[in-house]
Structures are given as structure tokens and as C-alpha cells.
């Protein structure tokens, strides 16, 4: 079996054997959109109006739970110095460590954010686009927050060290994903936000890697 | 295969101080050496920077196989284990599942992992998790690759102190088959390896 | 000149005249600007406010200028593991956080009364200057979090590097999404369209802010650098 294979493949059942894998996510995206018609007071069209907006948000900061773990736990019982001497780039391994984080908590956040918004009150003729743009930023946050998780490897301040480092570089994924939610329900062209958003995720896939073994083999020096 | 590890006049910085200066050691084909001296000597920092994982300040570390020098990045991927102070396990997963994608990352197979673990007395606990595992149980689970992943160097940071008598024992026969197979051990460790080993105090 | 500036003992023979040097210029700069700030007359759009936008503008430029520098001296730090670099980029950081605070509270004190606004979501310049200063306390934060130096240097020049990599998409992202929006009237703080009674007031403010970023930037390095020195002292004593 490919290095890359075993450590997907144990990444995902350390993200499931943790107790639910996505739940504590889902659960965090759930909460918050139980709190929004508290917050903002109950008119249906404003909740309307304003809950694919809302869900995406809360996507993006959903997304940053769990990244602790990424690298975290590695590092702390010296399974990190195993994985950074293989014969399988470090490289690799963080690439197969997002690719993880993708699939076991951002996926599974894009396919409840379209229930999310229908229980808002929303169009729920966004379906698509939520989906769609909830997998393709999924992968942004994904792979941008495991450049985080692995350059606060070692440092006491652990989770809102990573969302401070990691929330400007959000900025650019929110944006087109946020445009393209809104472009298709107004029927303007969507498909150049989600291009871009796919642009930016593919690169972000192919680049972040670097970032986060050069960021991990630090953290082992 | 390495067949000689050669480390020339090396220096260790750890933050501001000067942990290790000109340290110079040859180890060939089955030789053991220990590193022995206090806590905080610099004897993990010394496995630690011989296995790539921390950058001298100064001198070098070289691996020769038998067909000349290799590069060191790729000496320490393929013929080279560090067992480091840590195991390396998780605790939610079940014993088997840890040895063997542990053998596996280094080379091994399933096959290997579960008869390495056999060897060290663990078959039974295999399907425990991890966190059930008592300290030296958890310590010959880690130490398990060394058998099922054979490489020629074997780097090991306090290979032994969870370990009992009859344990000790049991792995200094490993010990023995490793070296007497032309590989090469050095140990840092509190206590005496069960094999013939040169020492090696470090100031 | 940088290669001949790398070593330490150079740079602060170097840096010992030129600091003071560059903070007389930028002393004068400073003054001249001001003095045509205030007697520039006041722009029939804009009114008095014009004034603000001396003090505005240049800024802006400058929180761009000190990430530039900062993305360089952390590109020489992580390649070439230079500590000198390191002690660059940990002095421009502070640097760089206020003066893109300044840009962004003059930005507001100046949009108050020229759009109606204290701020203005979805234009791209005020958007992209708030993330760039949300990337300087990212960079002073992780700084702060890693309390050995010999990892924070790599880690903190990773982030930087990062961030230098996104900035350009963050300000192009916002651009996009204002056209798709087509928002508030747009902010023009200036350009080729701008008469030359405030051009001249403007590049002078500007190499004002420029000199006198190079001197306190001049003087932080060498604080990091008798810092450092301090430490390795007080460890060799203690040793």
C-alpha cells in the first residue's frame, strides 16, 4: 500500500474513531444556526434574505475546528518524527492530511449547508451552488488551515492562534464563494466566482503542502 | 544497507547554547555503541540531528554503504529507524492496527508487524487498544518495527526503561540477531544495553 | 548593497549614521509636506477633508511598502537561515501594523466627510488594507506564540510568505466583488488625475513616511541585534 493511502486512510479513522469524525462540526454549524433567528430577531425575510450568507460563514469558521488536530496530536506522542522520516515525502503526508480534513469535516459541512439554509427559510433553490461551493472552499479551508495547524505546532495558544493566522487568508475563497451563491440566485453568472473558487482551492491544494512540511519539519527541529 | 555511519567533529546548538562541540564517533557493521551522560546532555538532540531532524551548527554525519557514501536524506528514509523517547502510538487505536501501519510506513508488511509482535510476546494484546497498554507493553509495541521493518541502522532513545528484566532480555537476543547481521545500534540510555556495547559519555 | 549590509558588524557601522541621518530627512520631509499640506487649497469635491488625505494616502503606501520588506527580509531569513533577515522582519512587523492602522483611521476620518461614511465595505483598497493588517497581527501573534527563537524565525517567515502570496488575490477578489455589486461611489485618493498642487505636497509626505520608516526600521534591527547579543552574553555567563 502507498505511503499516501496509509495515511489517509488513518487519518480518517482517527477522525472517526475521535468520536463522530464530522459530528462536532456539524454540531457547531447546527448551534450557530439555532442562534441566528435569536440574534437577529424574528422577521422571516430578513432570516431569509440572509441565511446563504450566514451559512456559508458559518462554514468557513466550522471548517476551522478540528484543525488543532491535523498536526497536534502527531506531534505530541511522536508519531510526527515517524511520519517526517518515512520513505514517503513529508510533503505527501500533509497533502493526505488536508485531502483528509477535507473529506471527514468541510464535505460534510457543504452537504448540510443547504439544510441549513432551508431551515432559515431560505431559497432553497441554492442547493446547488451552496453544495457546489461548499466542497470547492471546503478544499481552500482545508488545505489553508493546515498551514496553520502546522505553523502553531508547539505553541501553547493552540486554536485561536490558528484562526488568527488562518482567517485572513480565508478572505479571498469567502469572497468568491460568497459571489457565486449570490450570483446564481439573482441569475447573474455564476460560474466565474466558481471558477475562481476552484482556482483558488486547486492552488492552495498544490501549494500548501510546501508550507505545512517546511512549517512541521520546524517544529521537529 | 549501511554498513558504516560516520559522524565527524559535529556541533549542536539549542537556541542560544552550545549543546554539543566536535563530537566525532565511527560505528561499523555490527557495532553497538550507547551514549550515556545526564539529562539535558544532548543525547536525544545528538539521535534527533544524526536522523535529519535537527540541523548542526557544524561537521557532519555520513552513512557508507557498500557501494560508497549515500545520501544522507535517503540513508535515513530507507535504512535507518529512530525510535524515539516518545512511542509514536494512539491511544484510541487498537494495538495491531498501530504496529502495523507502523511496519508498514517503513517497509514492512502485516504479515511481519503481527510475527514482530509475536516475537515480543504481544499477540494477545493486539486487539486492545492502545491506551489499555500498560507503559512497557506500549514500549515493545513501538519497538515492534525494528523487527518487522528490518533496516540496518537503528537509532534508539531509552529503548529499555519501561521494560523488565526478562524483557530486556528477550530484546537483547533482537539486539544480538541485528548486529550479528552486520547492522549497527546506538543507543542513548540511562542503563547498560544487554549486548557487548562501546560507551560513549557525553560532557 | 544588501549582500555588503548581511554582515552584522557592516550594518551596524552602516546603521549607526544613516539612522539618524534618514530621521533628520525624514524631520524636514515631514515639515515641508505639512506646511504644503496646509496651504494647499482646499478641493471643491472634497473641501478641507483634502487635508487628511496627505496624511491618508502616504500611509496606505507605506503599510504596502513595510509587508514588501517584510516578505523580503523573511524570504532571506528562511532561504539563507540568516538572522539578521529575521531581526529585519521582526522590527518591520510592529512598524507595518501602525502605520496600516494609521492608513485605515485616517482612511475613516477622511471617508467621514468625502462619501458620507466612516467606512465603506466592498471597496477593494479599504478591504484589502484591513486583511493586510489582520496578516501583521497574524505574524506578531504566531511571533509572540513561539517562545523559542530558533523556530519561530522559520515559522513566523513561512506566514509572512504566505501572506506577501495572497495579498494580491485578497485586493483582486474584492475588486471582482465590487463590480458585481456595483457599490458606493468609488474612493479616489488620487492618481494621474490628481492636479499637481497636491501631487508635489503628496510625494513629499510620502518620502517623509519613507525616511522616516528606513530610520526607526534602522533602529529596531539594531535593538534585535543588542538584544540578541544581550542573551548570548547573559547564556555564556550563566554557562
Same mark, same amino acid.
Not at chain 1, 473529506?103 to 439544510?115: D, K, R, S
Given at each position: ?25 456539524? %454540531? ?21 434574505? /440572509? ?7 458559518? #462554514? ?48 460534510? #459541512?457543504?452537504? /448540510? ?32 488551515? %493546515? ?75 | ?103 508498514? &510506513? ?47 541502522? &537503528? ?49 | ?13 552602516f546603521s549607526r549614521w544613516a539612522a539618524p541621518l534618514l530621521g533628520a530627512l525624514a524631520v524636514l520631509l515631514l515639515a515641508a509636506g505639512l506646511v504644503l499640506d496646509f496651504t494647499a487649497p482646499p478641493d471643491d469635491r ?16 507605506? !503599510? ?12 532571506? !531569513? ?35 466627510? @468625502? ?11 479599504? @478591504? ?25 524565525a522559520p515559522a513566523t517567515a513561512i506566514l509572512a510568505l504566505v501572506g506577501l502570496i495572497n495579498l494580491p488575490i485578497v485586493h483582486y477578489s474584492v475588486v471582482w466583488w465590487r463590480s458585481l455589486h456595483q457599490g458606493p ?55
Amino acid at each position: 500500500m502507498s505511503g499516501f493511502s496509509l495515511i489517509l486512510r488513518r487519518e480518517f479513522a482517527l477522525a472517526f474513531a475521535g468520536g463522530g469524525g464530522p459530528l462536532v462540526a456539524i %454540531g457547531f454549524f447546527l448551534a450557530m444556526t439555532s442562534l441566528l433567528p435569536l440574534a437577529l430577531g424574528g422577521s422571516p425575510e430578513r432570516l431569509a434574505g /440572509v441565511a446563504p450568507g450566514f451559512a456559508w460563514l458559518v #462554514l468557513a469558521l466550522a471548517a476551522l475546528i478540528s484543525l488543532e488536530r491535523m498536526f497536534e496530536r502527531d506531534y505530541e506522542d511522536g508519531s510526527l518524527d515517524l511520519i517526517a522520516l518515512g520513505p514517503a515525502p513529508l510533503e505527501m503526508a500533509a497533502f493526505a492530511k488536508a485531502l483528509a480534513q477535507w473529506a471527514t469535516t468541510t464535505a460534510p #459541512l457543504a452537504l /448540510v449547508a443547504p439544510f441549513v439554509v432551508a431551515a432559515l427559510g431560505g431559497k432553497t433553490a441554492l442547493w446547488p451552488i451552496i453544495t457546489a461551493a461548499g466542497l470547492t472552499g471546503g478544499l481552500a479551508f482545508a488545505f489553508l488551515g %493546515g498551514i496553520g495547524a502546522a505553523l502553531s505546532l508547539g505553541s501553547r495558544r493552540g486554536g485561536i492562534l490558528i484562526a488568527v493566522i488562518v482567517l485572513p487568508l480565508f478572505t479571498p475563497p469567502v469572497i468568491f464563494g460568497a459571489g457565486a451563491i449570490e450570483a446564481f440566485g439573482a441569475g447573474l453568472d455564476w460560474k466565474t466566482p466558481l471558477l475562481f473558487l476552484a482556482a483558488y482551492a486547486l492552488a492552495a491544494a498544490a501549494l500548501s503542502p510546501f508550507a505545512m512540511a517546511a512549517a512541521a519539519r520546524n517544529a521537529l527541529s | 544497507m549501511i554498513t558504516a555511519l560516520a559522524i565527524e567533529d559535529l556541533c549542536i546548538d539549542r537556541g542560544d547554547r552550545r549543546l554539543i562541540e566536535g563530537f566525532s564517533l565511527v560505528l561499523g557493521a555490527g557495532e553497538a555503541a550507547t551514549l550515556s551522560g545526564r539529562n539535558g546532555a544532548g543525547k536525544t538532540s545528538l539521535l534527533r540531528t544524526i536522523a535529519g531532524l535537527i540541523r548542526p551548527s557544524a561537521g557532519r554525519v555520513v552513512f557508507t554503504s557498500a557501494s560508497g557514501p549515500l545520501e544522507p536524506d535517503d540513508a535515513i528514509a530507507r535504512h535507518a529507524h529512530l525510535i524515539g523517547h516518545q512511542d509514536g502510538l494512539k491511544l484510541s487505536r487498537r494495538a495491531g492496527e498501530e504496529a502495523r501501519f507502523q511496519a508498514a &510506513w517503513c517497509g514492512g508488511t502485516r504479515g511481519t508487524a503481527d510475527a514482530a509482535c509475536a516475537r515480543l510476546g504481544l499477540s494477545g494484546l493486539l486487539a486492545m487498544p492502545v491506551r489499555r497498554l500498560s507503559a512497557g507493553q506500549r514500549r515493545r509495541l513501538a519497538l515492534a518495527r525494528l523487527i518487522a521493518a528490518p533496516r540496518s541502522l &537503528w537509532l534508539l532513545d531509552e529503548p529499555l526503561t519501561p521494560l523488565d528484566r526478562d524483557q530486556r532480555a528477550a530484546f537483547g537476543a533482537v539486539l544480538t540477531e541485528h548486529l550479528a547481521g552486520g547492522g549497527l545500534v546506538l543507543a542513548a540510555a540511562h542503563d547498560p544495553l544487554p549486548v557487548e556495547a562501546r560507551e560513549i559519555e557525553l560532557a | 548593497m544588501i549582500p555588503a549590509l548581511a554582515n552584522p558588524d557592516r550594518f551596524m557601522a552602516f546603521s549607526r549614521w544613516a539612522a539618524p541621518l534618514l530621521g533628520a530627512l525624514a524631520v524636514l520631509l515631514l515639515a515641508a509636506g505639512l506646511v504644503l499640506d496646509f496651504t494647499a487649497p482646499p478641493d471643491d469635491r472634497q473641501g478641507y477633508a483634502v487635508h487628511i488625505m496627505f496624511i491618508h494616502v502616504p500611509a496606505a503606501w507605506m !503599510s504596502l511598502f513595510v509587508y514588501a520588506c517584510l516578505g523580503g527580509a523573511s524570504f532571506f !531569513s528562511l532561504v539563507f537561515r540568516h538572522a539578521l533577515a529575521r531581526a529585519a522582519a521582526r522590527a518591520a512587523a510592529p512598524l507595518g501594523a501602525g502605520v496600516t492602522a494609521a492608513a485605515l483611521i485616517t482612511g475613516s476620518l477622511w471617508g467621514k466627510p @468625502t462619501w458620507g461614511a466612516w467606512w465603506v465595505w466592498g471597496d477593494p483598497r479599504l @478591504t484589502s488594507v484591513l486583511v493586510l493588517f489582520l496578516l501583521y497581527t497574524a505574524y506578531m501573534a504566531l511571533d509572540a506564540a513561539i517562545e523559542d527563537e530558533a523556530r519561530a524565525a522559520p515559522a513566523t517567515a513561512i506566514l509572512a510568505l504566505v501572506g506577501l502570496i495572497n495579498l494580491p488575490i485578497v485586493h483582486y477578489s474584492v475588486v471582482w466583488w465590487r463590480s458585481l455589486h456595483q457599490g458606493p461611489s468609488v474612493l479616489r485618493a488620487g492618481g494621474p488625475s490628481l492636479p499637481p498642487v497636491y501631487l508635489t505636497p503628496l510625494l513629499i509626505m510620502g518620502l517623509a513616511y519613507l525616511t522616516g520608516f528606513g530610520a526607526l526600521w534602522l533602529v529596531r534591527i539594531r535593538g534585535e541585534v543588542w538584544r540578541r547579543r544581550a542573551a548570548v552574553m547573559a547564556m555564556r555567563a550563566a554557562a
